[in-house]
């Protein structure tokens, strides 16, 4: 079984799903959308534009969150994923809206590769900040005065925006040690609308194995001690 069929068994005819960004997410909207071809009824709410056009393309039903809300549960990958199911997300650049449509749902099912997994947030180096453009000088000065290394990310050596017209700052990062109070120094500088830190928010974390087509090697959920494996 790979995670994107266990994550798969989690949902039920006439769910409201959130429909994740990225590599892995993307995976299972494929999957998702051979099960609603085959007669599952089900509704997606997608957290960025190229979501949307993967579930319309497979076939997916897609609603808002005033339409369904609070949603069944939500589908989305991860860049960390620490042993207290914490996570960084974002470098597929929409962690604003995965963090509105994760907020928004009763549980939050992340799919991830075993290389996501650290024992520290910030052991792979990046934490992208959304930013409202005009504060862009100031929250990169602030953000540096607390450490970190704020890089705007570029394409063509023209500035990003995301799906909500902002810019995403990538900030170089080492192990974060408290990162609840990372997140608070970050949400109190003006001009950042979220971090990447998804704290307290997961519910199921699905780790695959990615030699063999991530294949399920560990299921973990909120609460359990480190190591036990799922069903």
């Known amino acids: 079984m790979t995670i994107y069929e266990r994550a798969l068994e989690l949902v039920r005819e006439g769910d409201a799903v959130g429909l994740g960004s990225g590599r892995a997410a993307s995976a299972f909207i494929q999957v998702l959308g051979q099960r609603v071809q085959q007669g599952l009824h089900v509704v997606g709410v997608p957290t960025s534009r190229k979501s949307e056009e993967l579930a319309r393309g497979v076939g997916i039903p897609i609603a808002t969150l005033e339409d369904r809300l609070p949603l069944d549960l939500t589908v989305d990958g991860a860049d960390e994923v620490d042993l207290d199911l914490n996570l960084i997300k974002g470098w597929g650049r929409a962690l604003v809206r995965e963090k509105i449509v994760a907020a928004a749902s009763r549980k939050l099912i992340i799919l991830a590769g075993k290389q996501k997994v650290v024992s520290c947030l910030g052991q792979r180096g990046n934490l992208p900040v959304e930013v409202v453009p005009l504060a862009v000088p100031l929250v990169r000065a602030r953000i540096s005065a607390l450490g970190l290394q704020p890089v705007p990310y570029q394409i063509d050596g023209q500035l990003f925006l995301s799906d909500n017209g902002n810019a995403i700052l990538d900030c170089a990062c080492g192990p974060i040690d408290e990162p609840e109070r990372l997140e608070q120094q970050?949400?109190?500088?003006?001009?950042?609308?979220?971090?990447?830190?998804?704290?307290?928010?997961?519910?199921?974390?699905?780790?695959?194995?990615?030699?063999?087509?991530?294949?399920?090697?560990?299921?973990?959920?909120?609460?359990?001690?480190?190591?036990?494996?799922?069903?």
Request: glycine content about 18%.
């Open 186 to 231: 970050l949400r109190a500088i003006p001009g950042v609308v979220g971090t990447g830190l998804f704290l307290g928010m997961a519910n199921v974390v699905l780790i695959g194995d990615e030699s063999r087509d991530f294949a399920l090697i560990e299921e973990r959920r909120s609460g359990d001690q480190v190591g036990d494996q799922g069903p």
